[in-house]
């Protein structure tokens, strides 16, 4: 384990103040994105986790294994924490991160009545019904071809694609627990964040989600090519879902712009994973900077907002072939790397390494940024140039 250079990623100096530590709970994809905006924000990080072997493991100034379990016991020596991000989706783990907090008497970053609604596609859609918000059809009110998605997971998790009534009622007869039917909606995706607590919102910047062929968001382009009214829309309709869950942190909204028109597919009351670093690098606005701000102030204000852009994309290298693929690649490699100026990209999140001549498969987060979409694409082009000629040379 280790942390890395602090200067080297564009830490802010924080003159005449205390240096903020957080102990960030989880060290795989929401765990990375929190370290990551952490560090450039200029806070300690405390990394715990039950695995040492992590694809946010380098990402941290110190590490402490430890295992929440139904014991009661909490981990020891870990130093003064000002405040606890949970980085995972295990509801009883998050309970207990909970208890631990207050046993200590530190915020933790976390909201858990919000959460008990947003991981259930069921409850979540029931709450888009009252809101009278616009959401795809049920099944069998719709025609196919539908998505049959588990009511409990987030993202492509258990996503399937059905395009004949048939094979719909033969997979519903098999189908555990309660899944979840509805119309398929074609459309690009969009994707915007909220942070605050009741009557104190700040609605941030809007994403664009490109998905891979099993439905895995792939790439986040920031800002998208969204009207100013949609843009509006969907601040409103997040502000007004986070108001009826009386939510106290984070959560995202996810849409599909169908037919004209912005239908709901799903959201998420925890850090969400991919779009924060790509709104930061496109306009400024660090979210674990503002959540920071929310638990320690009790309150927070509409962030500034910087013009830019940014495409986070991820890619897999194996061989010759460069394959732009969902964010499930980096889920089980260990100890990834942030390297800038990575052949043309701004920023990689990578397990890449340049001295294995012998290497010919690894991942990569790659960030390409600019002052104009043109500039982004250049550099896209560039980078992807020099990996084929990577490649090359090392088959």
Known sequence: MGGFSAQKFWCKKRLGEPQMRIAVVGGKLQGLEILYLARVAGFETLLIDKNSDLPAGELCDSFVRFHFNQQGSFPADCGQIHLIFPALEDLTTLKLISSWGDELG????????AYGISSSKIRSNALFEKLKLPRAKNWPDCNVPVIIKPDDSSGSKGVVRVDNR??????LADF??????????????????VIGRPGNYAALPVTELYMDKDYDCCGVLAPPLLSRENE???RHQICTIAEALNLHGIMDLEVILHAGELKILEIDARFPSQTPI?????TGVNMVELLVELFVKGRI?????????CLLEHIRVTGSDV????????????????????YGAHTAI?????????????????????????EVDLNRRKCMSQIAQITKNSG
């Open 106 to 113: 530190i915020p933790v970053v976390f909201d858990l009545d």
């Open 166 to 171: 048939e094979r719909v009622e033969a997979l």
């Open 176 to 193: 555990s627990g309660s899944p979840v039917v509805e119309e398929y909606l074609e459309g690009p995706s969009y994707s915007i964040e």
């Open 232 to 234: 509006q829309k969907l």
């Open 278 to 282: 790509a709104v930061f690098h496109a």
């Open 301 to 309: 204000k509409e962030p500034r907002v910087k013009g830019g852009f």
């Open 323 to 342: 394959e732009i693929l969902g964010e499930h690649i980096l889920a089980d490699r260990k100890n990834l790397q942030m390297k800038t100026d990575f």
């Open 350 to 374: 990578t397990d890449f390494n340049a001295s294995d001549n012998k290497r010919d498969s690894w991942i990569a987060t790659l960030v390409y940024k600019g002052n104009r979409s043109e």
